[in-house]
């Protein structure tokens, strides 16, 4: 069993709707990461939290430590959110463990 | 900043040859990542460093992989012989201390 364990696996949204992409994982982190890949294959972190929520624009991010579980939410959602969204885990302070990904699907 | 910098963007080559893969850290980031990427397994950390110095290694897949980094702006990862089932994006990352890890574009390997 993956340490990392996204849902769903893919999801498809019309313009303008609220989206939840949701991660578990199994081990004590010590930050959890949001990543975002494009379709043309680069990665950007969008998120490092260790607790509470952080917002950046549109997109929102919360860490609940004692259940092991985070959501990213992306509000207002655009066809240029259109990307697979990678949950990761730190069990340390520096090994990534990544979750297989949520593709998401902004349809105009 | 250029951010990470990789090279090649792509390459493709025979089963048996040896193949290096480039990366430039961002300037001041003291941790380097070697990522690789396929459709089966998604991103695994293969190997990182800390201030030039290898950590974990315990993500490379066997012998045939090997790490350098022998200067803060300079590391290559190394797979001599290949084989078709290394076919994968390779991603180096770099960061500062335990801030947010910056990715390069990846280098798309294919072995024939």
């Known amino acids: 069993k993956n340490e990392v364990e996204q849902s769903p696996q893919n999801l498809t949204a019309q313009e303008g709707e609220f989206i939840t992409i949701n991660c578990s994982y199994s081990?004590?982190?010590?930050?959890l990461h949001w990543l975002q890949q494009h379709p043309g294959g680069g990665i950007v972190s969008l998120f490092m939290?260790?607790?509470g929520k952080k917002k950046h624009g549109r997109l929102i991010a919360t860490i609940n430590i004692q259940e092991k579980h985070s959501s990213l939410h992306i509000t207002a959602s655009h066809p240029r959110d259109s990307a697979v969204y990678i949950c990761?885990?730190?069990?340390?302070?520096?090994?990534?463990?990544f979750g297989a990904g949520t593709t998401v699907t902004v349809r105009a | 900043d250029a951010g990470v910098i990789q090279s090649p963007r792509h390459e493709v080559t025979e089963m048996g040859q040896e193949v290096t893969l480039r990366c430039k850290p961002i300037?001041?980031?003291?941790?380097l990542f070697w990522y690789r990427q396929t459709m089966m397994r998604g991103l695994e950390l293969l190997i990182y460093?800390?201030?030039?110095?290898?950590?974990?290694d315990s993500g490379m897949p066997e012998d045939r992989f090997s790490a350098k980094m022998p200067n803060a702006s300079f590391s290559t990862l190394k797979i001599q012989p290949s084989e078709p089932r290394d076919s994968a994006v390779y991603f180096c990352?770099?960061?500062?201390?335990?801030?947010?890890?910056?990715f390069g574009p990846g280098t798309r390997l294919l072995v024939l």
């Open positions: 990352a770099s960061s500062r201390q335990q801030e947010t890890q910056y």
């Open positions: 081990v004590g982190i010590s930050a």
């Open positions: 939290l260790s607790s």
């Open positions: 990761a885990v730190s069990p340390n302070d520096y090994k990534l463990s």
């Open positions: 300037s001041g980031h003291d941790y």
């Open positions: 460093f800390n201030n030039n110095v290898p950590i974990d």
